[in-house]
T-cell receptor, first 113, second 107 residues
Framework: NAGVTQTPKFQVLKTGQSMTLQCAQDMNHEYMSWYRQDPGMGLRLIHYSVGAGITDQGEVPNGYNVSRSTTEDFPLRLLSAAPSQTSVYFC????????????FGPGTRLTVL | RKEVEQDPGPFNVPEGATVAFNCTYSNSASQSFFWYRQDCRKEPKLLMSVYSSGNEDGRFTAQLNRASQYISLLIRDSKLSDSATYLCVVGAGKSTFGDGTTLTVKP
């Protein structure tokens, strides 16, 4: 199993550009999440999904959209990039709402100029 | 006040030392608690879950105090390889992460 994969690993955007961060997992996990991590801080939840077709907002959802058309994929879309969105983005999955372990992808390092 | 607060770091300790981290949480209804480890610029990985009765995994011991709303992590006989940032996490669904405590173990 590849676990949780994320692409791209690095990305530089100009203010106002849009892009999609990709996340996929091959563990048949129902629950997936997107987090951002700013320097010196913990992870903050952006959006999450408890199954295909179901998404909900986390702590910091503004400026981001998600969709969950399949169990495997959970892309994160930046609608109009802003410098405040410069961060490291982690995708995670777990196999049920209450399961202990979240498995994280390697992260996408995004810089918005 | 943050929902999850951790000891400010960094902690610099010699090999073989015992070090303890504390974490407080504000939501008394929380049911799930974890410690994750994060190496520099890498993804977090689960270190251990924290159970009401306390739990131990080798050199690591986690404790939960519901009355005072804090959890702790004790590392005994520190190794160089324990150097990392330790993240306190509350909640299994909409998880809330602390800002992390950085540990550096020196020879």
């Amino acid at each position: 199993n590849a676990g949780v994969t994320q692409t791209p690993k690095f990305q530089v955007l100009k203010t106002g550009q849009s892009m999609t961060l990709q996340c996929a997992q091959d563990m048949n996990h129902e629950y997936m999440s997107w987090y951002r991590q700013d320097p010196g801080m913990g992870l903050r939840l952006i959006h999450y999904s408890v199954g295909a077709g179901i998404t909900d907002q986390g702590e910091v959802p503004n400026g981001y959209n998600v969709s969950r058309s399949t169990t495997e994929d959970f892309p994160l879309r930046l609608l109009s990039a802003a410098p405040s969105q410069t961060s490291v983005y982690f995708c995670a999955s777990r196999n049920s709402y209450s399961t202990d372990t979240q498995y994280f992808g390697p992260g996408t390092r995004l810089t918005v100029l | 006040r943050k929902e999850v607060e951790q000891d400010p770091g960094p902690f610099n300790v010699p090999e073989g030392a015992t070090v303890a981290f504390n974490c407080t949480y504000s939501n008394s209804a929380s049911q799930s608690f974890f410690w994750y480890r994060q190496d520099c610029r890498k993804e977090p990985k689960l270190l251990m879950s924290v159970y009401s009765s306390g739990n131990e995994d080798g050199r690591f011991t986690a404790q939960l105090n519901r009355a005072s709303q804090y959890i702790s992590l004790l590392i005994r006989d520190s190794k160089l390889s324990d150097s990392a940032t330790y993240l306190c996490v509350v909640g299994a669904g909409k998880s809330t992460f602390g800002d992390g405590t950085t540990l550096t173990v020196k020879p």
